[in-house]
Every structure is written in structure tokens, then in C-alpha cells.
């Protein structure tokens, strides 16, 4: 005889209630969507909060935006505009503002009968010489084979020397005669990857010019790669320099409330809804992103709870979600090593050490590494993959006295375990079947 387990139970009741709806909803041919589609309270128009969404206005930008647009507008006389960098914190409106006045000086130069071109590259993608290169030259091929007939040499995206292709997009260049902007969106990636022989070669471009004109603007939120640049390639690159301030939460009220209107029905979001989601932003950074995906996160939750209006209640439930989204992201992409180290300590954290020392994940590290085949890091480089975890926030350290024993650093998880051990065992190397005979009674045993 063959009894049912819980799951078989569970699965069995499933299937019933699924197909009890079924039956209910079968007058309509959108069956199980029905009830999605029809109870639409919440949003007007739920895209305009998505990152993608290019306001036609940014309040509180007018500052920067006009620091840009005076910059470039020599390019309307067909001179060449000075370098930019570009720098301020995630979220503060630095690639909205500089693709609107982009879009705006193209507009520009069309009217007056000029060639004026903004290549937007983002170089958390485009990260190599080759293909920033690759790219520029690609993009103006294609304005180009819109205004001519002429054939010429496309470059391939991988294959050919970089002095080839150097070479190359001068020729491209110069048959625009024309001005050509190039953005190097999260320019700090570039030369994290590939060192700054790149930003050498583009701020030297013009020196080899003729008839065309280029000028770049580098965008970083992090200061710090400059460091990492030749003296010269600095000085060119910042000609001029432009800081974004982190907005504070009236300023982003401001922002949330002109996406709102076109995106949420009149009169769904609870009075103190948008001042809300503000403040928790400007607590973060002063992040517009955050403040956006807050709101819309509620409203969806909202939404999906067939509510008719969004409150704080929803908001928290967002904030929660979004953090829970990002801490996911962020152990996921760990290398195996580091999710090596927290598997230690969700070990620890399984067989009741709620708190623990780095030489106890040490010891229980060096277990699993062997058992998985993986190198056996030093103590010194575990405690950095430590120190990084901590500094991520997937773990707590703090350092404690301990006496004559002196000081000591107590690890510990806040909440998520549940979550970071089910990313964790998602890597092929951690959820090996050697790993499932680790003896947790032998662990336990050394914590007697
Ligand atoms: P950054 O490049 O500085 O990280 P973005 O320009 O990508 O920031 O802005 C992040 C999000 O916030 C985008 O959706 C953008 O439209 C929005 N945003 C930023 N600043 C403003 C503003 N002043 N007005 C309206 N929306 C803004
Ligand atoms: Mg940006």
C-alpha cells in the first residue's frame, strides 16, 4: 500500500483549488489572467516609473543641465567642446541629464545644417579598447549610411588590430566633418578593466584630426579610478568638472510626485506615500533610482493585493522586497571562494553558533574546500573575503575585547540565512553531493 506523503497531500489539494478556479473563471476567455487584468486601481501607467523612462523634465537639475549645455555649445559653432568628468553618487541624475541635453544639441546642430553626433557608451558593458572603438565607429557608420550612399569598410566587432581600427574610425571621423560627442557612461568600469589606454588614445584623437572634432564626457559615481590615471589622461579628461549632489527628500518629492501623476490613478496613494518613500531614499543617498523603485515596488504590491490604495504598509513591504532582491544579486555573483566562506558560516550558523570568530569559519572552511576540491585560501586572504562580505552586507562583524586574549571579531548574519543559503547552493562546486555527507554531527563536535 502506498501512502500519501505531505507533499503528495499538499500537491493533491493544489491541484484541486487551481481547478476549482479554473471552473469559476471559465465564462472568460482570459481564465486565470481575468482577475489581473480587470482590477486595474492602482496605475495609469506603471512604465513611466521604470529606470528605462526619460523624463522631458528633471526638476532640480537645471544647474547641471546648464553647466553641460554651456560646455558643448561650441560645438554649434563647430568648435570643439572641452572634455567633462562627470561625478556624483548612484541614482542623482547624472546619465538622465546628459542624454537630455545630448538629445537636445543634436536637435540643435540638425536644425542649423551641422554634424553634431552624441555616442552614449556604457562602459559596464563596452569595456575594452577594442570595443569603445568598435562602438564609436559603428554608430556613426550608421548616421552616416543614412546621409549618403557611399559603401565603406564596416568594422568587425572582434578581430582586427587596435591600430587598424584606430585607424579606421579617423577615417570615419573625418568624413562626418562634423563635431561627435562620446559619453563614457560609468567610465570608472572601463579603466577598472582595462587600464586608461584607451581614455590615452580618445583624448588624443583630435591632435590627428583634420576636419572632425571629438570631445568626451566621462561619467563615474566613484571618484576614486581616477587614481588610477595617468597624470595627462586626467588633466585632458577633466578640462572640466561637474559634481551631481545627492538630492535631498523635498527635492525628491518633487521628483516622485511628477512621475506619479502620470503613472498612478487619482487618488490611490495615501498622503504620506510619496514623503515617505522621499525620506527613506535621501536616507540612503539621496538616490532618485531607490526613491522610484520604492514607489513602484509598493504600488505593485499594492496591486497585487487588489488593494485600491497604496500606503505606508506597502511601502515598508517594498523596502524589505528590494533589499531582499538586492542581497540575492549580490551573493549570487560572488566568486566560489567567497560563497565557499559564507557557506562556512551558514554551518555554523545551522549547528547553533548564532556568532562566531573568523578561526572558526576558518576551520570549518578549510573543511568544505577540501571536500569540494577548491585551493585552500590563507587565513589572511579568508579574512579579507570577510572584511568584503561585511563591507557588502551579507554578514555583521564587530570587533570585541576579549581581555588577555585581545581583540577578536564576532561574525554574525542580521536575518536572510534562509535566502543566502538557497543562492549559495545554487553554485554547481556547493551543492555537490560530497558536500551533503559533511558530517554535521563532526562539526558539532568541535564546538563542544
Ligand atoms: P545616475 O546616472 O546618476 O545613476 P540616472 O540619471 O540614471 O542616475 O537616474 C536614475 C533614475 O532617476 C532615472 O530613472 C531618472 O529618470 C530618475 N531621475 C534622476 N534625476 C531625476 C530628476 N531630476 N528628475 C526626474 N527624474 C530623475
Ligand atoms: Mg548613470
Known sequence: MHLLCGDEIRSLFTLATVGDLMQEESDSSLGLFQKYLTNRNIFKNREVLRHSYRP???PHRQPQINAVAGILAPALKNET?????????????????VIYVGAELEKAGYEMGLFCKIVHLNCQVIDTQYRVL????????????KSSDKTRINIPFTGWPTDQVYS?????????????????????KLVK????????NLTRINSDLNHAKVSIIGISNDLRFTDFLDPRVLSSLSEEEIVFPPYDAPQLCDILKQRADIAFNDG?????VIPLCAALAAQEHGDARRALDLLRVSGELADRENADKVTDRHIKMAQDKIE??????CVSTLPTQSKTVLYSMLLLDQIGKKIFTSGEVVQIYREIAQTVDLDILTPRRITDLISELNMLGVISTRVVSRGRYGRTKEISF???????????????????????????????GLYR
Not at 490611490?268 to 504620506?272: A, R, T
Not at 536572510?416 to 554531527?441: C, G, H
Open 268 to 272: 490611490v496613494l495615501d498622503e504620506g
Open 324 to 329: 531582499a532582491d538586492s542581497m540575492v544579486e
Open 414 to 444: 542580521d536575518t536572510n540565512v534562509r535566502q543566502i543559503a538557497e543562492v549559495i547552493t545554487r553554485d554547481p562546486r556547493l551543492k555537490e553531493e560530497s558536500l551533503m555527507r559533511m558530517d554535521i554531527n563532526h562539526l558539532r
Open 193 to 200: 578593466k582595462s587600464g586608461d589606454e584607451t581614455l590615452y
Open 168 to 188: 579606421e574610425l579617423k577615417n570615419h571621423l573625418e568624413e562626418t566633418k562634423g563635431v561627435l560627442i562620446i559619453v563614457l557612461d560609468e567610465i570608472d
Open 134 to 145: 568598435a562602438q564609436i565607429a559603428k554608430s556613426i557608420e550608421d548616421t552616416n549610411e
Open 81 to 97: 567642446p572641452s572634455n567633462i568628468l562627470i561625478y556624483g553618487k548612484t541614482g542623482t541624475g547624472k546619465t538622465a541629464s
Open 56 to 58: 522631458h523634465i528633471l
